[in-house]
């Protein structure tokens, strides 16, 4: 019997460990160093109907114990998504959440309706968070009422659960949250990237070309923590936890806070083998814990 | 095949102003070819947290050693740079697509060119080809005399040609000023600096086979997180390419510069 499998809306999860949507590409890459069979499940990078080609570079920067990143949502478009990407990962036994963008509502939808139907696409993971590119992503996601209608818009076309990726750019998150829950999302993912920016030392400018990034690593992890455990109270729908993750013991504070699985990002670029290390080090943290299964914990710091 | 691996430190010296030279012993050197790079996490804690891709100057095999020449000029490289005889150091690689040393024919001449803490890579490249049997011009930019290194190396392998901004070694100016004046004589030429350099070299040499190293500020060095892509020309079909995965070296005229 297994003490970490997990099941949510569309996703069987043989352990709550899957990387977040832009630090793992499609998953080729890493599929080099180990069977990515052993993931939890895989959030693919964000995916618009049309090929993006991201934004100028410099692209990441260095933070204190964080990155900023302004990738810009580079991707092949759809019709490649879902012909090459999604075909090779059909070879790995794990499901697939797809990251899904656009510019307009009519573009999130077509998107949506088309990559539901793929077989190894398990849920989606709707991107109204995005703080990188100039029009989609983050308007999306900063308005409850635009966010719910969104949400609603794409419930009604996808083949599969409909997870929402909430921005911590917000002054309330709980009321995005409980927006996308009335709009019918089957679960939250949380929490992209918090808007930052460095200044190069000697010319006062900003170091990364779109001037402002988005802030991930360890540095961003209680923010997220906070607000997990704020969204968990207030709404009835899953949440997969996400934010500066680079081992156990973050997995066991986002589960404990209200997650019921774990991404992890910025860490796959620092310890290529952070998803198998953490994923092999949570029956420890359980007998640690002297819990049997790591459901148990989930929302523990609540009681 | 790209492995990570917590390598032993053999020696580290200081060799220039701010230049450092670390050899290090560990499995992953087998795999190892010129121009490819390893990518570094200079200590365990979360700050610096990302890691840092360095370039191989020399790979010997029999010793599973390979040497890193760097410039510590950031708190990550600074780290690195206290790392003593005996310390193990967090190493993944080697990453990436290297020079092809069969581009140079047997018997042939090939023209290196390195600029700055480009050069380190020149140097296992010169090693390889000179062991395949085909001579080397060894063309080497610095901004001045005190962050040159790895004369003796070079001297051993070829002809080499010594560049610097301010004068104070060699010919005053850039390696295209030498260049004009020694119209040199070779097959195919290899270069690793920075961008103003590789355009340079890419319009002196129209009609010569060339393959230029470049760099870019990166994030996960395997191709996955696209932090470092580069636009391309239109003379190849993709529109894109990643240093880290589909470089850092590229057949001339690939990357648009």
Known sequence: ?303 | MIRSERMIVVRQAKIAHNIFELVLQGELVQDMSPGQFVHVKVSDTLEPLLRRPISIADVNKEKSQFTMIYRAEGRGTEVLSLANAGQLVDVLGPLGNGFPVEAAPVGGTALLVGGGIGVPPLHELSKQLNARGVRTIHVLGFQSENVTFYEEEFNKLGDTYYVTVDGTKGTKGFVTTLLDELQPEFDVFYCCGPLPMLNAMENAYPNKEGYLSFEERMGCGIGACFACVCQTTEQVEKDYVKVCSDGPVFPKGVVQL
């Open chain 1, 1 to 303: 019997m297994s003490r970490i499998n997990i099941e949510l809306p569309g996703l069987s999860l043989k352990n709550p460990i899957m990387p977040a949507s832009g630090c793992f590409g499609f998953g080729r890459e890493y599929a080099q160093l180990y069977d990515l069979s052993k993931l939890g499940a895989i959030m693919i990078k964000a995916t618009t109907l049309e090929t993006r080609a991201g934004n100028p570079t410099p692209r990441v920067a260095e933070t204190a114990a964080g990155m900023l990143n302004a990738i810009g949502l580079q991707n092949p478009g759809l019709e490649k998504v879902m012909n090459e990407e999604l075909k090779f990962l059909e070879s790995y036994d794990v499901p697939i959440i797809a990251n899904v963008a656009g510019t307009e509502v009519s573009d999130y939808v077509e998107v949506a309706r088309q990559i539901s139907t793929a077989s190894n696409v398990k849920a989606l993971e709707l991107n109204i968070s995005c703080p990188n590119v100039k029009c989609g992503g983050i308007q999306f996601g900063t308005d409850p009422a635009t966010a719910q209608e969104l949400t609603a818009a794409v419930k009604a076309v996808s083949s599969v659960p409909v997870y929402v990726k909430l921005s911590p750019n917000v002054t309330s998150v709980v009321e995005i949250a409980k927006a996308v829950e009335a709009g019918g999302a089957d679960g939250i993912t949380m929490i992209n990237t918090l808007v930052g920016m460095r200044l190069h030392e000697k010319t006062g400018k900003p170091v990364i070309a779109n001037g402002t990034g988005g802030l991930s690593g360890p540095a961003v992890k209680p923010v997220a923590i906070r607000m997990v455990y704020e969204v968990y109270k207030a709404v009835n729908i899953p949440i997969i936890g996400m934010g500066g993750v680079t081992n156990a013991q973050d997995v066991i504070d986002f589960m404990s806070a209200g997650a019921s699985a774990v991404a992890v990002g910025t860490a796959n670029f620092v310890d290529h083998f952070v998803c198998p290390n953490i994923i092999d080090a949570l029956p420890a943290k359980l007998d640690e814990l002297g819990v049997e299964h790591i459901s148990e914990i989930i929302g523990r710091s609540h009681r």
